[in-house]
């Protein structure tokens, strides 16, 4: 899960409410506009412009609540990798649901701000977007 950690502007956050692609989706999930117009699961090295605020499954079209994700904004999440030897600055991408970080950097789209921990697998990350 990819949680709001903290607002380092007086940015307040939003739910909207925006149409999905036909999928299951949870609470936490990062997300972005697909080509068709919905919203859909952000993976791998897709950036992401929302965080899911609905668990539910939907039909391509159907309204979900989403929080957009702001530039100042840092959020909380783990990694689903062993990424002890990466730094505060270094870009990971997203995992295959979008929940979570890797350890992998190449192309990545969630920047460290600070490992809340070794970097083993399962650890709590403080990422910005």
């Known amino acids: 899960m990819i949680e709001l950690f903290k607002k380092n502007n007086a940015t307040v956050p939003v739910?909207?409410?925006v149409p999905a692609a036909a999928a299951t989706y949870k609470?936490?999930?990062?997300l972005y506009t697909n080509s068709d117009g919905n919203v859909a699961l952000a993976t791998g090295t897709v950036v992401p412009e929302?965080?899911?605020?609905?668990?539910?499954t939907v039909t391509s079209g159907t309204k979900i609540a989403v929080n957009p994700i702001y530039e100042?904004?840092?959020?909380?999440?783990?990694?689903i990798a062993d990424a002890s030897?990466?730094?505060a600055g270094q870009k990971v991408t997203l995992s295959t649901v979008g929940d979570?970080?890797?350890?992998?950097t190449t192309n990545?789209?969630?920047t460290?701000?600070?490992?809340?921990?070794s970097g083993a697998s399962g650890t709590e990350v403080i990422v910005k977007f």
Do not use: C, N, W
């Open 15 to 17: 739910i909207k409410e």
């Open 112 to 117: 460290i701000v600070e490992k809340l921990g």
């Open 108 to 110: 990545g789209v969630a």
């Open 100 to 104: 979570a970080v890797t350890a992998t």
């Open 27 to 30: 609470r936490g999930q990062a």
């Open 72 to 79: 100042d904004m840092e959020y909380i999440t783990k990694f």
């Open 50 to 56: 929302f965080i899911s605020a609905s668990a539910m």
């Open 85 to 87: 030897a990466l730094k």
